[in-house]
């Protein structure tokens, strides 16, 4: 190796912050092909230990290996993301399957494996630590789900069923941007944008003029089914068209997704049948907090029920607004493009919340420094200050030092906030460092989320919807920052999928905490605070919406299910995505043409190329986790600032080191009930 490669060191910037200034595209691919070769020479000089292993030799040494290939891929899939091109796609296709396989050379290695399962057969003889003995009990976990124990000719076949599966969803990710983009619908007559405010039709005009459309207005498509403009478009064909574009992504004329994510779940069946499981969600769900499919169908099939009750009584109430407003030869049959619309109608007549004259009391700046960041502060006690000096990976990244209590330096911030072409869609959290002790290394976290970015010179006003998710996402960040472990494998988020967004929606809390809203919900002119009795309404119009919520996740949820439920013998080759779709939302008592799954087949990036394969149902699960903790911090036992330090201390610092239900526990004194959301939900009186 030659230092021209700013990977092949440690970084020298604060937090080892990746120097991104002096990165480029010509740099992954050999810090890759380098950094797996070096690994696989970590793992060599394990195994060639000839005495008896120890935890030492070959469970730290396992830790400490992939310094380098750590480095490149935490900052190149962040990269590929969030600010992609033309090479890093061809990057991230060529080295994907290579990856899956440099894994499997590690986790099929017989002669490591062997290490691993003396020093477990031993585990109660070697004096071990809670942490070391955890660490040791999940790294055999995760080399036997790895099919270390396979015969020779399985293991072949896995490596096989792994290159596949890393080459497809690599394809499915790079199709759903590609499609994405191309759905935007371009308006050429200002008329057509009826009904949206001033700050969003200068958006519109914005987002058309980066695309080359000046004089047009362009409106880019979320990576989700309900369009947040479809609350404000008066033109219902302009709705309609709106919709049509975001249902029609990866499916229909095009199809290549569908294709696509039918290919990613045969080869996920057949997986799961050659290590021995029933299907993959049996698979997926085994080393989650659920542990069982029948407890996630439990969860899920008590909520359809009461959920799809509520949401029709909730279309009833939209089909009458519609009576009673429009003309007898209109059209008044409810249609999936009018659900959002004409709840934003009802929700100004009954609630007095007018959603566009909302967005003038979030201004980005505000509801980030004095909204998300002060909440931290009040209840965690850090302090959190913008490093202008350090550079991100995007001319719109901002860095922010983090302090901890007692001034302490704790980690940095990165925030990528606007949408771009380059971007994939929605929102979430990376590592670029993970926290370790062992490592000496502090964590460096980034969130991005994809707000319409205004004109020069114009302030982001955010719906309330946005809000959330900063807060959200920052929840995540804080689950990173306050990470306090001693090995890498259990930094920050590195815990069961099903329990990784309980954090996260609990910080969703304070946008709504009074003291907090008071702080950062102030009128973009006037400076006035929002009016408490607003507030009040706010909350009330948002409980009308929570059936078609619900049952929008659930049919997400249900389809992810139904899509990895098939067994490992059953020939999914022939399938229709749009027929097996269709079918699955039948059988589970969603099948609703007003309200479309939140994700369909052909743009669900969360389990066809992302981590939550059979695993889509975590948000719920984590919800119940959340419920139950906002009753506990508002139970007025202890202070906000008493109650967030025993937070941050017995879950948000231990990451994955316990057991999380267990950490649960720990604070909350009992095991989590569901009732606090099912109220939440208006799931029962």
Not at 419 to 442: C, D
Request: charged share 25%.
């Amino acid at each position: 190796m030659t230092t021209s490669n700013p990977f092949f060191d440690r970084s020298t910037l604060p937090y080892q912050l990746p120097p991104f200034a002096e990165i480029g595209e010509e740099h992954y691919r050999p810090a890759f092909e380098c950094g797996m070769v070096e690994q696989l020479a970590e793992i060599a000089a394990i195994t060639s230990v000839d005495e008896e292993p120890t935890f030492a030799d070959t469970v730290v040494a396992l830790e400490r290996s992939g310094e380098l290939l750590t480095r490149v891929a935490n900052v190149f899939f962040n990269i590929a993301g969030s600010d992609s091109s033309a090479a890093t796609d061809a990057i991230e296709a060529e080295m994907s399957p290579k990856l899956a396989a440099h894994r499997d050379a590690i986790y099929l290695d017989p002669e490591l494996f062997a290490r691993i399962e003396s020093l477990y057969r031993r585990r109660d003889e070697l004096g071990l630590d809670a942490e070391e003995l955890r660490l040791l009990e999940q790294y055999h976990v995760r080399f036997v789900r790895a099919g270390a124990r396979l015969d020779a000719a399985g293991q072949v076949r896995l490596r096989e069923l792994n290159a596949e599966l890393a080459a497809a969803a690599t394809e499915f990710g790079q199709n759903n941007l590609a499609a994405t983009n191309a759905a935007t619908l371009v308006l050429e007559k200002v008329e057509e944008l009826a009904g949206l405010g001033p700050v969003a039709v200068a958006a519109a005009a914005e987002n058309a003029r980066s695309l080359g459309r000046e004089g047009a207005w362009a409106l880019s498509l979320q990576n989700f089914s309900n369009q947040s403009v479809l609350a404000e478009l008066a033109d219902r064909d302009v709705r309609r068209r709106v919709m049509a574009a975001s249902l029609g992504r990866g499916l229909g004329e095009d199809g290549r997704n569908g294709r696509v994510a039918v290919r990613i779940a045969a080869l996920r069946a057949e997986r799961a049948a050659l290590l021995g499981y029933p299907d993959h969600a049996a698979y997926a769900v085994e080393d989650q907090t659920a542990k069982t499919a029948e407890a996630v169908e439990e969860m899920l099939g008590r909520l359809v029920p009461p959920a799809v009750a509520n949401a029709e009584r909730e279309a009833g109430e939209l089909v009458n607004a519609m009576l009673t407003t429009q003309s007898p030869a209109a059209d008044i049959e409810l249609r999936s493009w009018d659900w959002q619309f004409w709840s934003e109608k009802v929700r100004a007549e009954r609630f007095s919340v007018d959603a566009e004259a909302l967005r003038s009391y979030f201004e980005l700046e505000r509801v980030l420094r004095d909204g998300v960041f002060y909440a931290a502060e009040k209840v965690y006690g850090i302090t959190i200050r913008e490093r202008e000096d350090l550079v991100g990976y995007h001319p719109e990244v901002r860095v922010f030092e983090v302090f901890d209590t007692d001034g302490s330096a704790l980690g940095l911030f990165l925030g990528d906030f606007f949408t771009r072409p380059s971007k994939r869609g929605g929102a979430w959290m990376n590592e670029l460092v993970s926290q370790s002790r062992l490592l000496e290394t502090r964590p460096v976290v980034v969130n991005n989320l994809n707000i319409a970015k205004p004109p020069a010179g114009e302030p982001a006003l955010l719906t309330w919807d946005n809000v959330r998710t900063l807060f959200h996402e920052f929840g995540h960040a804080l689950h990173g920052l306050f990470s306090d472990v001693r090995y890498p494998f259990f930094a920050g988020t590195e815990v069961p999928r099903d329990f990784v967004e309980f954090p996260s929606q609990v910080n969703e809390m304070w946008m709504a905490q009074p003291e907090i809203l008071a702080n950062y919900a102030k009128h973009i002119e006037t400076g006035e605070q929002m009016p408490a009795e607003l507030v009040e309404r706010m909350a009330a119009a948002e409980r009308f919406g929570e059936g078609f919520r619900t049952v929008e996740y659930l049919g997400a949820a249900l389809l992810d299910w139904t899509w990895h439920r098939v067994p490992g013998t059953e020939a999914l080759a022939e399938v229709d995505p749009e027929a097996f779709e269709e079918e699955a939302l039948r059988k589970a008592g969603l099948a609703m043409e007003t309200i479309p799954p939140r994700y369909r087949t052909g743009y669900f990036a969360h389990i066809f190329s992302g981590g939550y394969a059979a695993g889509y149902y975590s948000y719920i699960w984590s919800e119940v986790l959340d419920a139950d903790t906002v009753e506990w911090f508002n139970d007025g036992v202890a202070s906000i600032r008493e109650k967030g330090e025993t937070f941050r201390r017995e879950l948000l610092a231990k990451g994955g080191s316990v057991d999380p239900l267990e950490a649960f526990e720990s604070f909350r004194g009992r095991a989590p009930e569901i009732e606090p959301l099912l109220v939440r939900r208006g799931l029962v009186d």
